[in-house]
Every structure is written in structure tokens, then in C-alpha cells.
């Protein structure tokens, strides 16, 4: 539920409210607008059901919330969250680009690929250092090592870092290095990792499962969020449909319906969205025109020798290319990149 405060509403009034609602145990999240400020209400079913608020001084409303995700819905914060990366802001007029390679292999390729993509303008390097594969044979990633190359690199080039954490068990080890702790496809509901990631001071980009509906991907969120964790965004990266020429099919509904149901940024991934470099470009260009805060897209200094998905790579021409033009669709819908 939701008590709506009315615009002439004093402090008072609103820590009245407060008062009564955490005298029932029940936990409150204020958001404050430009004309009047929405408590959440969050606890027992049967309390809320049996609450009567509308009589309180300063109370002009009060709403019933029949989604499970509370904290993350837009009625209970009707305002846009902007998360600060420390000073990368992800949700407000400034499209936020996170380019890089898809596994870190080495100290050479990532310092060429962060050089590259730096210079077109990105402000976050992505970059794998634990590799979830479908085959075990597959590279897997350097782990630590792969972490402290990130950090590094990143640092050398004034860049924030983003990457996949695969293991609840290596969250504190990861915030030593990473900016964006990134929760991959196949983790979306792994509901341990998830409550775990809720206590993490670092915020979280949630991907989309691989078959998730949008309702259990903002239910996910949820599980971050009621652990303490507000600075969630969702990433959507492809779902599995009966579609064979791409990976994925990389859907961009979503990105209009998550900013009508929440106010966590989104950010897309139209590498993992396709699979295919040459459809990487177009569809970077369709994110940002259906309402993506931030782009998520994988760059190789040489992808055909890649050790993980080289097929979906942008080189660092066809990188410096796409952001090129990508600031005239951005302009078109009121932002900047």
C-alpha cells in the first residue's frame, strides 16, 4: 500500500504518519515529488489490509499495490532513480556507455580495448572475470587476476567497472575491485546471491533471465532491494524464443514497459541481444529511441581471435563509428550521450 500525503501536507503531518505505521511493524519508504511526498508501507498483508490512514491530518490518499514487487514499483517512487557511480550518473538525461571486452584475457587486450573504447566516448569498462559457459571447456574466465587487470586498466583510463559476479561467495572479494556488481542471465533468481547482493554497498545491474517474464525480473530486483540495496538497474539482454539467426531475441518492449511499471534505470546489451556485430549498431540505435538510460556492448581489439564471443564484438572502428551517430537519436528523445 501507498499513503499519498496531499500537497499542503506539514512534517508534522508526514512523521505522524511515519509513527503509526512502524508502531504496527510495518516498514515505511518515503519518496519525496516537486508537489507531495508517497509513504510505502511494507509488512503483514493482514495489518495493511485493516489499515485506515485516510483520516490522519495531511493524508489526501491512500492506495492498495496489488503487485508482490513494492519496492521496486513506480507507484511506490513515481520519480526516475538516477544511481551515482561515483559521479557516472545511470538514469537521468546523460545515456551512460559501458563497452569492453566480454572476457578479460589478458594486461595487452584490455588496455587496447579500454584505450579504444575511452576515446569514443564511454565511461564504464565491461569485462568478464569469471565466465559462466554453457561448455565446460569454454575459457572461464582469469578470476582475481582478471579483477585486478580490470581495476587497473580502468583506473589508468579514469573509467568505472562493471562485471559479472558468478558466486554469492565472492561478493566482498569482487567489491574490492568493481564499481557495478553485475548479476548475469542465468543468476536472475538465484534468490541467495540475490538477498546477498541486498546487503552490498555497490550497486547492481540486474540481467534478464533467459526465459524471465518482465513480473519475475522486477521480482528479482525486489529481493536486492528489500535487503537495503536501492541501486538496482535491470539490463535487458535477449530472451530465448524459437528464433535461430540470432542468439537472442533482444526485446525492446521491455525497456518501455520497466520504465512504466518501475523507476530503476535500464540498461541494453545488444550484443548478448543478438549475437551477430553487424546487428549490434541498429539495435543500439533502437535502445536508446525505446528509452534505455545506458548501453551495455562488447568491443575486441581483434575480435576474430577472442576467447569468448568474438561473433558479437565490435571492433574498436566499428565502436568509435556507432557512437558517432548515436548522439542525433539521443538529442531526438530529449537526452545526451
Known amino acids: 500500500m501507498i499513503v499519498v500525503m496531499s500537497p499542503n501536507a506539514t512534517k508534522e503531518n508526514l512523521q505522524n504518519v511515519v509513527k503509526k505505521l512502524e508502531s504496527m511493524n510495518l516498514r515505511t519508504h518515503l519518496s519525496t515529488g516537486d508537489e507531495r511526498t508517497i509513504v510505502g508501507v511494507i509488512g503483514d498483508k493482514k495489518i495493511i489490509a485493516n489499515l485506515e490512514m485516510e483520516m490522519m491530518a495531511g493524508v489526501e490518499k491512500t492506495v492498495r499495490i496489488t503487485e508482490k514487487y513494492k519496492l521496486v514499483s513506480r507507484d511506490f517512487h513515481p520519480q526516475d532513480t538516477i544511481i551515482d557511480v561515483d559521479g557516472v550518473q545511470i538514469g537521468g538525461k546523460e545515456i551512460i556507455v559501458m563497452a569492453g571486452p566480454c572476457a578479460v584475457e589478458n594486461l595487452e587486450q584490455l588496455r587496447e580495448a579500454a584505450s579504444a573504447v575511452k576515446k569514443a566516448g564511454a565511461k564504464i569498462l565491461r569485462g568478464g572475470a569469471y565466465k559462466p559457459r554453457t561448455s565446460p571447456y569454454d575459457f572461464q574466465g582469469l578470476g582475481e587476476e582478471g579483477l585486478k587487470l580490470l581495476r587497473q586498466v580502468a583506473d589508468e583510463f579514469d573509467m568505472k567497472v562493471v562485471t559479472e559476479v558468478v558466486d554469492r561467495e565472492d561478493i566482498q572479494l569482487m567489491e574490492n575491485y568493481a564499481d557495478i556488481l553485475q548479476v548475469g542471465a542465468r543468476n536472475m533468481q538465484n534468490f541467495q546471491m540475490l538477498k546477498a547482493l541486498g546487503k552490498s554497498t555497490k550497486p547492481i545491474m540486474l ?48 525497456v518501455a514497459a520497466v520504465k512504466e511499471l518501475s523507476h530503476l534505470p535500464i540498461v541494453v546489451d545488444p550484443s548478448h541481444g543478438t549475437g551477430r556485430r553487424p546487428m549490434v549498431a541498429p539495435m543500439a540505435r533502437a535502445a536508446i529511441a525505446a528509452g534505455a538510460d545506458a548501453l551495455m556492448i562488447e568491443v575486441h581489439p581483434h575480435p576474430e581471435i577472442a576467447l569468448s564471443d568474438g561473433n558479437q564484438s565490435l571492433t574498436p572502428d566499428d565502436f568509435q563509428k556507432l557512437m558517432a551517430n548515436l548522439g542525433e537519436i539521443a538529442k531526438a528523445v530529449g537526452k545526451t550521450i
Open 207 to 254: 540481467k534478464r533471465g533467459l526465459s524471465a517474464t518482465i513480473s519475475e525480473w522486477l521480482n528479482a530486483a525486489e529481493y536486492i532491494m528489500t535487503g537495503g540495496n536501492e541501486n538496482v538497474m535491470f539490463c535487458e539482454r535477449g530472451i530465448r524464443t524459437y528464433e535461430t539467426f540470432t542468439r537472442n531475441t533482444l526485446d525492446l518492449s521491455a
